[in-house]
């Protein structure tokens, strides 16, 4: 009867092999959503009948009838959907749910799937505060077929028509609300051989979903069979975490005589909307025997072959707007070459991009099994620039009124999604061509200005001063969530005339406190009579210009008309960023100031094995032209060049390198070369020679100024070799053995519980490519048994290494005070950049304790055995409870060292505690003693004995 059932309720389920869950946004005026349930049901079992969903708000489930769409392509699996419309009560968060009785049976890797529920719970935010919402679309079906020894890929073909940003992260297959199916184990558990090496027979296997793209890979199956893997499709805007996809895939795992074919896709690209997008796409079907089996006689292929874009079975935008014409060639048509065009429209762009997954599956002869795999490919969907920017100075009029502005026109921008226009300027102009790179990298040196709506064309940037050309760039930015930039424009520049300009700020020392930067300027350009000319030069700090009465005015009586030079000494030029103005003076009164201009700061960070170098400034020269005059009337390239030298190996710098800085911007990166790599064990000084120009005829060129110097030091992450260790016990600074049989100190004396110290003494391991720029060492201790850094846990002590020692010298350090010996020593070396060692070799030890107790004492007052103390100085014992028993089995006396200080000795005066003098006669005692000791096991001890209380005459003679 029972097994007749059993038969009966299998034979009767409905055998679900995967399914996942999604939510629509049916109109902007409520919160009604359209919650889709996809499952896909084994054609073995019943037809699929009315499903369970639950809303997680409170209100009553809905039963839903099914619809039927079809079949996967090998007709084993039939795909089903259920839809309901549901209004939510109000904002907040809600776990929507899906149940149904029976999964299909044999999936291996849960207990006994017939009789386990299916059932899947995606989760979703409702909150009009970050806008309407819709969960991702997961595009490509999740019932997949893979074969034993070969690598298995599988993507949900995620698509957020928000354009929120994706995540993905494994969980477990679910039988009820926050309950995982019994025994659900990942097909790589090490206590399983579902996982034995790569499909390249390399060790160990892998099975991970990468976290960015989706791509679930298990590389490789070994046993064939049905799996159910689950994951997490989680959706996030501006940082916060709205919604998570749940899908509960089936991976059937088959024997096949049949390869994988491959996909080969161009490299990640970007398109802008309207342009049209051409790549091709190649597969081809394998035929070499694989690794696993490499028998040459087996018919492996080619077969042939169907190439796709995979998400193109759903009819959603933009994937159907992609145009894939594919042509076959090759044995058996083996080969398929795909065409690929798409152009995007300005609806398409967005921040996230488009991920196209490819599809390619052969086709055997009946009775083998037919395989697939994906690719991805990405593409960025960028905005068109701005056209028709340009920048117009103010006219003479408005200079005479000192009316300084830049106005900025540009063509009505074409993208009506368009969200607003972000404006950017620098000093000077920069070639910058972006490939596959929207709005202004921070390279480039243009600084925000500001953002006005995408419908303006227009704009007046008033922050600009005389004696500066200003170039200007704008791109336009799109409506979160689905955000998205477009390429920068091209760049328009204006020049506003000034009366005199700085030309230099040269660096001509570095230091400290004795650092030099000569000034130069040139004469007043709009001045006829120089009679009344003279100048005041003041310094300040910073790259911005600051209040009047911040500066320095660094000349103590105005300077003539003749002199457009000043060197200003006695800086900190290493830490501070000066800048510089000049003061026109005409008959004693100022008539004009300059454009600040900072010396240029050259700033460095570095790698293992590279350093980077940047330099800039705020001055009024262009420090990135295409080119420049020369005085002899030659035109051309503007370089800077960098000048390096080796502390300790050169004595002087030497021209190292050049930047083509009109393309390249101001960076530079030293990688040494392959005859000589960057050192770890050296520092690199550097200062670059930096070429400027006004890019106007009447301000000569080439401007040279130098940058200060900057010396650096490699990011090292390669630590010391780790030293080794020795080891001493002492007892009162007299060497010990922590297992002797017992101490020789003479029970009268006084015996301090801490009176143990370890020394320890290690030496450095140098040479043979050990780092040796050992400034300091961890002393690591656990009183337990301790083989890593995370059993040791934080180190006991950090030491430096001494001042002048050489390296080549042991080290010692004592742990003083110490009431025990036992547990795990180990050491480690640091160098200057921080990177530890391993442990040195761990010394492990345990204590041998050592309490003994008298056989007699005589409590008379001869100042002779007057009290029962141990016999020698205890060794190791922490604690002590005692107890005195008569020969009836009384206990007529007790002692607990925890309520005496620790003291472990007991001292006992043979007196009861109301201070009487016991009987003369035999007694028993017990102990419970804890013990210092490795293992905690091994601690607690007990002890008993017998003793006697003797009689004798006291220090009175009676």
Known sequence: MSISFLFQTQALATHIRAGDLTMRRTNDASLTYEVTVILYRDVTGVQAGEGTISFGDGTDNAIVSPEELGFTQDGETQIIRYRVSHTFPSVGNYKVSYFERNRN???RNMEISSETPFYIQSEFMINPVLGLNSSPFLLIPPVIKGAVGQKFVHNAGAFDVDGDSLSYRLTVCLQGEDTPVQNYRFPDDPNEDWSRETENCEVPPVFYIDEITGDLVWDAPFVFGEYN?????????????????????????????????????????CVIAGTELFKNIFAKDQDMPPCYNPDSTIDWGPHPLELKIAQKDVNISPYVDMGFDVTYSGINDSEADGAFRWTPKCEDIRSAPYQITFEAIDQTQPGNTDLGTLENWNVHVLGPPPVGLAANPPTADELERYDNKVTLTWDQYECSNAKEIYIYKKVGSLDFEPSCETGLPSWTGYEYVSQVDATETTFIDRDVEQGVT?????????????????????????????????????????????????????????????????????????VEKNEDSDYVKLNSSPLGVEDTTFTDRLLNNVNLHYHYRIELLENGSPSDTTYIANFIKLRASSGIDFVDLSWGGTVPWNLTPDSVVLANGLTVGVYHYIYRKIEGDEPDYSLYDSVYVNRQGLRYTDNGTNLDPLDDRKLYSYYVSTVGSYEQSIIAEPLINKTQEITVELLDTIPPCPPILTLRNLEEGFLMDSCVAGPDTDGERACAKDRFSVELTWNNQLGNGCDEDIVKYNVYFSPREAFTKSDFGLPLVTIDHPDGQPLTQSMLYEIIDKEYVAGSYAVTALDNSGNESALSNIIVQDNCYYYELPNAFSPNGD???????????????KSVKFKVINRWGTVIYEYDSDDNNGNVEINWDGKTKGGNTFEPGNYYYEAELVNYRLHADDEEVKIKGAFVILTGKDQTGK
């Open 470 to 542: 200003y170039c200007y760039r704008i791109y336009a930015v799109f409506q979160s969530p689905q955000g998205g930039e477009s390429v920068a424009s091209q760049e328009a520049c204006a020049f506003i005339p000034d009366s005199q300009y700085i030309v230099n700020t040269d660096v001509n020392e570095t230091g400290s406190d004795d650092g030099e930067i000569l000034v130069r300027w040139t004469k007043p350009l709009d001045v006829a009579d120089f009679s009344g000319v003279q100048y005041n030069i003041y310094r300040g700090e910073g």
């Open 229 to 269: 893997i689950a994951f997490l499709v989680e959706e996030w805007r501006d940082g916060i975490r709205i919604g998570a996809v749940n899908r509960d895939m089936q991976v059937i795992i088959t024997d096949p005589l049949n390869l994988r074919p491959i996909i080969e896709t161009p490299p990640d690209t």
């Open 863 to 877: 100042g002779i055995n007057d009290t029962f103390i141990p016999m020698r100085c205890p060794r190791f014992v």
């Open 105 to 107: 049976p044999g999936v």
